[in-house]
Structure formats: structure tokens, C-alpha cells
């Protein structure tokens, strides 16, 4: 059955979008990219298809503009946005596009993320591998991504003088507790921290021998 589109109007309160009326009457609201892209157009006739077609077209404009929209405030991974999709009732065709879309042009880039992520965890109250591989695992980066991320951004030796220096400024705190008390205090913080055993060990010795428990 074939429809007539009778008018499109501006619309008052939001003029870069469109009302579309069909055989007299509003059918629906469309922003301009998807007028120009279906180069939809007054007295054109329209059938049930290309009236479903038109429907996707303004879904998968919003679920984008969306993504852009949020993706403008801070970087996401792919997981994210797709929860976020998922959460405002997106159908998984709308879903899986504009994730294509995003990751084409560069928007959603899982690599980057991680990379990103590790860099200000390295910045701003430091953590170990262990602490950051969990982070970054719940966020839906894949395991390989973030093994790969954090082999480039970490070595062993960087790691050891990250949880000495997090070590030396914590240790401080432990000045009215005996020696036992402020191993297992200064063990517990650093294993909290991300930074596995052997580093700990080897940094909490260190720390507690240069710095004269005796007097902690």
C-alpha cells in the first residue's frame, strides 16, 4: 500500500528536525541527515517498506547521535556503549551498526582505551598490573588487548619503583606500630594495590630496612 507524504514541516522547538505528514496527517519526526539520505520529499509516495525503512533510519540517527553525544564527554569501550545502547532499548540491528560505525571512524578504539587507562592509573594513584587487568576486564576489554597494553606500558623494574615509591610514602603512617604491625599493614596496601607478591615482598624489605624501623 502506497502513501503519500503531504507536507514536512520545520519543526518549531527543534528546527533541525522535520514532521512528516502522510496523506494529511503527522506520521513521525526526522532529523534532516535522514531526509537528505532517503531524500525524502513533499508529493513523494512511500509504500509499507520504505516507511519501515524510514523508521530504522531515525532510530539508528538517534542511537548515533547518542554514542556521539556521550563518546564527546569521555572515551568508552566497545562493551560500554553497547550496555548503553542496550539500556535505552536499542534493537540489536540498530546496536551492532552503529558499533560498526563507531569503530570505523575511530570513535570506539578498545586498543586505545586500555592504553589510555593504564596511563592515568600510572599518573594518578598508582596501581599494579593485577588491579588494572581487573579494571579493565570489567569494563569488556578483551583479555588479549589488555595483556598487550600492559606488557608495552609496564616492566618489571618500573613496576618495583612505582610500589617502592608508593611504599616509602606509606610507610610513614605506620610510625606509632612495631615492625610486625607495619609489614602486614604496609604487605596488605600494596597487594590492594594491584602489585603482586614477589614485588611486594621484595619492596616492603627494602622499605622497612632503609627506613630504620627502630625508630617507625
Known sequence: MERIITDIQVQKKHPSRRSIFLDGNFFCGVGEDVLVKLQLKKGMEIDDKELKKLLYEEELSKAKNYTY???????????????KLQE???????????????????YLDDKLYAEEWI?????SKPKGKIVIRQELTRKGVDKNII???????????????????LARSKVKSYAKDDLFAAKRKLYSFL?????NYDTVKQVVDQVLEDGNVEEL
Open 119 to 123: 596511563q592515568s592509573r600510572m599518573r
Open 88 to 106: 535505552r532499548g536499542y534493537v540489536d540491528d540498530i546496536v551492532v551498526e552503529v558499533i560498526s560505525t563507531l569503530e570505523r571512524y575511530g
Open 69 to 83: 553525544r556521550i563518546l564527546g564527554r569521555r572515551m568508552y569501550t566497545t562493551k560500554e556503549i553497547r550496555d
Open 191 to 195: 597487594l590492594r594495590r594491584g602489585f
Open 147 to 165: 595483556e598487550e597494553s600492559l606488557n608495552e606500558a609496564f616492566d618489571e623494574s618500573w613496576e618495583t619503583d612505582m610500589a617502592m615509591e
